[in-house]
C-alpha cells in the first residue's frame, strides 16, 4: 500500500493545503486605489463548521512508515504488522517532539521536513488517523475522536506555515514580494478555522521583527505594510515594536489617510479594552501620538472632539467604563512630558522628588537655600524691598527655561523647612508658595510642547463636559497628578481652571467633594485656585462658587468654617464687601457657630457685613436668631418631649420657637417625618441628652451636625433610618455616648468595630439586621 498516493478521490476539503506557493499570487487592490492609501476590505472567508483551539501538546498515537523498496518491506509495513506507540507530542515553535523521546520519536520532526499534512479517508485507512510526509517515509498520527483529529490537523498545518513563514520573512529580499507575503499571512490567519490569541498575534509578531529589522523602509512601504496588517488589528493589540513603528508614522505622516482609516478602529479598541497601560506603555504612547496626529490636521480640535465624542457613544452614558481612566492616563503623561525638560535639565534647584520630600540629597550642589519662584509681575522689586526679612545675597540662576531666585534668608520658613525629628511630607502648594507675591514659574515651552499642552488640557476640557464622566474625572483628578511645574505654569493653570469651574458647577456631592483634598494633610483643587493660590488668577470668583457649592452640600460644619477662617479670613471679608451673598453668609456662620475668638476680628465682620445691604440684613437676621436662641436656652419647660407621629421639620421648628426648653433632656421624634433639616434646630438645645429618631427620615448630613455641636449627648436611636458609614462614623467624636441603636440601618462591620474603639462610655448597642450583626 502505497501511503504517499492515496489523498485522492472525493477526500474531505481540509485534505488539501493551499494549492498556491509560499511566495504567491497578490490579491489585487480595488481599481483606481492608490497603494497604501486606504487599508483593503479583503472579505473574510472564515471556515464554515467547527473551531478549533490550538494545540500546543498532547497525548496520541504514533506509527512511523519507511517507504517500502523491496517486496519483504512491503510486507513487513503492512497494515497488519504495523506497531502504534502512545507519545506525549509538543508542538514547539519549528519542530514536533515527543515528551518521551525513545522508540519512533526518538529525533524530533522539524516542520521544515514536513512535506504534506493530509487527514485518511481512503477505503480500509486507520481510524482518526493523520499523515506527515516526510523524506523516505511517513509519521501516522492517530487520535482518540475525529475532533482530536482535526485539531491536531489544523494546529499541525498552522505551526508548519507560520515556520515557514518566518523563515522567509526573516531574510526579505524583494519589498514587493515581501508585501504579497505578508498578504498571504494575513488571510491565513483570518481564514483559519483555529480560535487563538496567537492565531492573529503570532502573524503581527513577524511582521513587528521584521520592521524593527529593518529601518530603511520609505514611507509608501510603511503605508503599505500598514494597511495589509490592517484587518489583524480590528480584534487585536499591536505588539510594542509595532506600537514604535505606528508612533513613527503618526510622527512623520501626522496627515495620512492611514492615521484615519486604519489607526482609528486600533485606537478605539486600546482604549475600550486596555486595562493597564503600565504594562503595555507603548500602547499608551501609540494613543498619545495618534490623538496629537489628529490635532495636526487642518480641522485641528474639531476632529479630536469628533474623536472624544465617538468613544463616549450617542447616549448618555458611555458603555465601556475603560474608556475615561484610558484617556486620562494618556493625557496626565502627555502634560507630564511637556514639563519632563524641566524637571530633569535643572542643575542648581531642588528636584521634583526632593521638593516634595522637603530635603536636598547631599551633592555638590550650593548650600541648602529657601527656594523662591519668580513671579512675572514688573513692580517685583518694589515687592522685593518691603520685605522684612534680612538678606545677605540674592543671585538669579537660570536653568533651561525656569528661572528661580535663590536667597540667603535669616529665618528659613518653617513651612518649607522640616525639623530633624519630623518626618512629615511637607505640602506641594507650600512649596510653591514660598512667598505669597511670587507663585508662578516663568516657563516657556518650545512649539511642539505647548501644542501637546494645549491638546491634552482641551481634551480634559471636553471629557469634564460630559456628565456621566465627571464624577469619574474628579475622583481621578483630585490627589492633583500633575508635576509642581505644571502647577507653576500660569498658561496650565488658567486652562485647567475650566475643568475646576465644571467641578465646582456640578451639584453632585461625588463631584464637588473632590475639589478639597484626598487626604487629611494634603492640599486640594480648592486650596491651589483659592486667594493666595498658585493658580488664582480672579478675585476670587471660582473660590466663592467652590465656598457655595460645598456650603450648599454638607460642609457647613465647624470644621470647614475652622479651616476658612484661620486661612482664608482675608478673602472671604473683601468678597463679601463686595457684595457675594455666599460670603456674607460664611461670616454670618462664624459669628453664629463662634469660630471667631477675637474681640477685634469680630467687630471687624460685623462692619463688613454692615457696609452691603444684603450683609446688613442677613447679620440682623442672625441677631434675631440668637435673640431666639437665648429666650430658647433659658432655663425652664418641659425636662420630656415627645412629638406626634407625622410632625415634620416645620412643626419641630414652631414648636421650639414657642418657649422656653433650656431643661429638655429627652426628645423623642420617633415615627414622624423629620428630615436631616432638623438638625439645625436640635443642636440649640443645650440640655439634651436623649435623642430617638427611630424610624424617621434623619440621614448623613443630620448626624455630622449632631456630632459637632451635641458632644454631650448620651443615647440616640438610630433605628430604621437611612444613615449610612459616612455618617455614622462621624458619632466617634460624641464620646459621652452610653447607648446607640443602629438597628436596620446601612451600617458595615468595618464602621461598627471603629466607634466601638472610638467610644469608651458606650456601654448598650444594637446592631440588629446590620452587617454588623
Not at 453632585?508 to 483643587?525: I, M, Y
Request: hydrophobic share 35%; charged share 20%.
Amino acid at each position: 500500500m502505497d501511503l504517499t498516493s492515496s489523498s485522492g478521490g472525493g477526500g474531505d476539503p481540509r485534505q488539501i493545503e493551499e494549492t498556491k506557493p509560499l511566495l504567491g499570487g497578490d490579491v489585487p487592490a480595488p481599481e483606481g486605489t492608490k497603494m497604501g492609501a486606504v487599508p483593503c476590505r479583503r472579505a473574510l472567508l472564515l471556515c464554515n463548521g467547527m473551531r478549533y483551539k490550538l494545540l500546543q501538546e498532547g497525548d496520541i498515537q504514533v506509527c512511523v512508515i519507511r517507504h517500502p523498496r523491496t517486496f519483504l518491506s512491503k510486507i513487513l509495513t503492512s497494515k497488519f504488522l504495523r506497531r502504534w506507540e502512545p507519545h506525549h507530542l509538543t508542538l514547539a515553535d519549528n519542530s514536533l517532539a515527543s515528551a518521551t523521546p525513545t522508540g519512533y520519536m526518538e529525533n524530533s520532526v522539524s516542520y521544515s521536513a514536513i512535506e504534506d499534512v493530509q487527514l485518511l479517508s481512503w477505503e480500509n485507512a486507520p481510524k482518526y488517523c493523520l499523515q506527515l510526509t516526510i523524506p523516505g517515509g511517513t509519521v501516522l498520527l492517530q487520535a482518540a475522536n475525529s475532533y482530536l483529529r482535526d485539531q491536531w490537523f489544523h494546529s499541525l498545518q498552522w505551526k508548519k506555515k507560520i515556520y515557514k513563514y518566518k523563515k522567509v520573512l526573516s531574510n526579505p529580499s524583494r519589498w514587493e514580494v515581501v508585501l504579497k507575503e505578508i498578504r498571504t499571512l494575513v488571510d491565513m490567519a483570518l481564514t483559519s478555522p483555529l480560535q487563538d490569541d496567537s492565531i492573529n498575534q503570532a502573524p503581527l509578531e513577524i511582521v513587528s521583527k521584521l520592521l524593527s529589522e529593518n529601518t530603511n523602509l520609505t514611507t509608501q512601504e510603511h503605508e503599505n505594510i500598514i494597511v495589509a496588517i490592517a484587518p489583524l488589528l480590528e480584534n487585536n493589540h499591536p505588539p510594542p515594536d509595532l506600537c514604535e513603528f505606528f508612533c513613527k508614522h503618526c510622527r512623520e505622516r501626522p496627515r495620512s489617510m492611514v492615521v484615519i482609516e486604519v489607526f482609528t478602529p486600533v485606537v478605539q479598541r486600546i482604549l475600550k479594552h486596555n486595562m493597564d497601560f503600565g504594562k503595555c506603555p507603548r500602547l499608551r504612547l501609540f494613543t498619545q501620538e495618534y490623538i496629537l496626529a489628529l490635532n495636526e490636521l487642518n480641522a485641528g480640535m474639531e476632529v479630536v472632539k469628533k474623536f472624544i465624542q465617538s468613544m463616549h457613544g450617542p447616549t448618555g452614558h458611555c458603555p465601556h467604563p475603560r474608556v475615561l481612566p484610558n484617556l486620562v492616563a494618556v493625557c496626565l503623561a502627555a502634560i507630564y512630558s511637556c514639563y519632563e525638560e524641566f524637571i530633569n535639565s535643572r542643575d542648581n534647584s531642588p528636584s521634583l522628588k526632593e521638593i516634595r520630600n522637603g530635603c536636598q540629597q547631599p551633592c555638590d550642589r550650593k548650600p541648602t537655600l529657601p527656594l523662591r519662584l519668580l513671579h512675572p509681575s514688573p513692580d517685583l522689586v518694589s515687592q522685593e524691598a518691603t520685605l522684612a526679612e534680612a538678606r545677605l545675597k540674592s543671585v538669579v540662576v537660570a536653568s533651561s527655561e525656569i528661572h528661580v531666585e535663590v536667597e540667603h534668608t535669616s529665618t528659613a520658613k518653617p513651612a518649607l523647612t522640616a525639623s530633624a525629628g519630623n518626618d512629615s511630607e511637607p505640602n506641594l502648594i507650600d512649596c510653591l508658595m514660598v512667598s505669597p507675591a511670587c507663585s508662578t514659574m516663568s516657563i516657556e515651552l518650545g512649539p511642539q510642547a505647548d501644542r501637546t499642552l494645549g491638546c491634552y488640557v482641551e481634551i480634559l476640557k471636553l471629557l469634564s463636559d460630559y456628565d456621566d464622566w465627571r464624577p469619574s474625572l474628579a475622583s481621578l483628578l483630585q490627589p492633583i497628578p500633575f508635576p509642581k511645574e505644571a502647577l507653576a505654569h500660569e498658561k496650565f493653570t488658567k486652562e485647567l481652571k475650566y475643568v475646576i469651574q465644571r467641578f465646582a458647577e456640578d451639584p453632585r456631592q461625588e463631584v464637588h467633594s473632590c475639589l478639597l483634598s484626598v487626604r487629611a494633610g494634603k492640599d486640594g483643587w480648592f486650596q491651589l485656585y483659592s486667594p493666595g493660590g498658585v493658580a488664582c488668577d480672579d478675585d476670587g470668583e471660582l473660590f466663592a462658587s467652590m465656598v457655595h457649592i460645598l456650603m450648599g452640600s454638607c460642609y457647613k460644619t465647624k470644621k470647614f468654617l475652622l479651616s476658612l477662617a484661620e486661612n482664608k479670613l482675608g478673602p472671604c471679608m473683601l468678597l463679601a464687601l463686595r457684595g457675594n451673598q455666599t460670603m456674607v453668609e460664611i461670616l454670618c456662620l462664624m459669628l453664629e457657630y463662634n469660630i471667631i475668638d477675637n474681640n477685634d476680628t469680630q467687630l471687624q465682620i460685623i462692619s463688613t457685613l454692615e457696609s452691603t445691604g444684603v450683609g446688613k440684613r442677613m447679620y440682623e437676621q442672625l441677631c434675631d436668631r440668637q435673640r431666639e436662641l437665648k429666650e430658647l436656652q433659658r432655663k425652664g419647660g418641659p425636662t420630656r418631649l415627645t412629638l406626634p407621629s407625622k410632625s415634620t421639620d416645620a412643626d419641630l421648628a414652631r414648636l421650639l420657637s414657642s418657649g422656653s426648653f433650656g431643661n429638655l433632656e429627652n426628645l423623642s421624634l420617633a415615627f414622624t417625618n423629620v428630615t436631616s433639616a432638623c438638625a439645625e434646630h436640635l443642636i440649640k438645645l443645650p440640655s439634651l441628652k436623649q435623642l430617638n429618631l427611630w424610624s424617621t427620615q434623619f440621614g448623613d448630613a443630620g448626624l455630622r451636625l449632631l456630632s459637632e455641636h451635641l458632644t454631650m449627648l448620651q443615647v440616640l436611636n438610630l433605628c430604621e433610618t437611612p444613615v449610612t458609614d459616612a455618617g455614622l462614623l462621624a458619632l466617634s467624636s460624641m464620646k459621652s455616648l452610653c447607648s446607640l441603636n443602629m438597628n436596620s440601618t446601612k451600617l458595615s462591620a468595618d464602621t461598627y468595630e471603629d466607634l466601638k474603639a472610638k467610644l469608651p462610655n458606650l456601654k448598650e448597642v444594637d446592631v440588629r439586621y446590620t452587617e454588623a450583626w
